[in-house]
């Protein structure tokens, strides 16, 4: 509650993303009375067993369908995939992503990760699978990144610093 909800999904997939698109959301179960409420129950009535949500559950028995209540927990995920390989050839992930700037840059292997995009470019592929869609987004990451500030970076731009006073430690305590 602490780290992971208020500084990263409220944060950077809530407000954040909201706010930049001139909207206001409103997240029910967010909101403080519902977490004062919720806190003050007791455990038993928020898992019952391996059963989470147990009372939320059972106060929306008939209105929410059995199957969505007997599901698994579902995590947020962005759609990485769907992204990338929306539609429309030559973005610069297919060129980030090319067999040839792969070789060039040296950090992956070029022959693996084209056996993922090969994957992850498949028409019948319906969701692609966390591991991949984050091995994804960390390649291209990288490629993006020494692009940006190794093969781009405007060295000419950068005046060197000479520091004022240099303090050596000659002996120890």
Same mark, same amino acid.
Request: charge should be positive; charged fraction near 25%.
């Given at each position: 509650?602490?780290?992971?909800?208020?500084?990263?999904?409220?944060?950077?997939?809530?407000?954040?993303?909201?706010?930049?698109?001139?909207?206001?959301?409103?997240?029910?179960?967010?909101?403080?009375?519902?977490?004062?409420?919720?806190?003050?129950?007791?455990?038993?009535?928020?898992?019952?067993?391996?059963?989470?949500?147990?009372?939320?559950?059972?106060?929306?028995?008939?209105?929410?369908?059995?199957?969505?209540?007997?599901?698994?927990?579902?995590?947020?995920?962005?759609?990485?995939?769907?992204?990338?390989?929306?539609?429309?050839?030559?973005?610069?992930?297919?060129?980030? !992503? *090319?067999? #040839?700037? +792969?070789?060039?840059?040296?950090?992956? =292997?070029?022959?693996?990760?084209?056996?993922? %995009?090969?994957?992850?470019?498949?028409?019948?592929?319906?969701?692609?699978?966390?591991?991949?869609?984050?091995?994804?987004?960390?390649? !291209? *990451?990288? #490629?993006? +990144?020494?692009?940006?500030?190794?093969? =781009?970076?405007?060295?000419?731009?950068?005046? %060197?610093?000479?520091?004022?006073?240099?303090?050596?430690?000659?002996?120890?305590?």
């Amino acid at each position: 509650m602490d780290i992971f909800l208020s500084n990263y999904l409220l944060s950077s997939q809530g407000d954040r993303v909201a706010m930049a698109h001139s909207l206001e959301i409103r997240l029910p179960f967010l909101d403080f009375r519902v977490i004062d409420f919720a806190a003050r129950l007791p455990s038993h009535w928020k898992m019952k067993g391996l059963k989470e949500k147990y009372i939320l559950k059972h106060a929306f028995n008939g209105i929410v369908p059995e199957v969505i209540k007997r599901r698994p927990k579902q995590p947020y995920r962005s759609p990485i995939r769907e992204v990338f390989f929306g539609g429309g050839d030559g973005s610069y992930a297919d060129e980030m !992503l *090319s067999e #040839q700037c +792969l070789r060039q840059y040296g950090y992956f =292997n070029p022959q693996k990760v084209s056996l993922l %995009l090969a994957k992850l470019k498949k028409e019948n592929l319906a969701v692609s699978s966390e591991v991949q869609n984050m091995a994804l987004a960390g390649i !291209l *990451s990288t #490629q993006l +990144l020494h692009y940006q500030f190794i093969e =781009n970076y405007p060295a000419g731009k950068v005046s %060197l610093v000479s520091p004022d006073k240099i303090i050596r430690k000659t002996s120890s305590l």
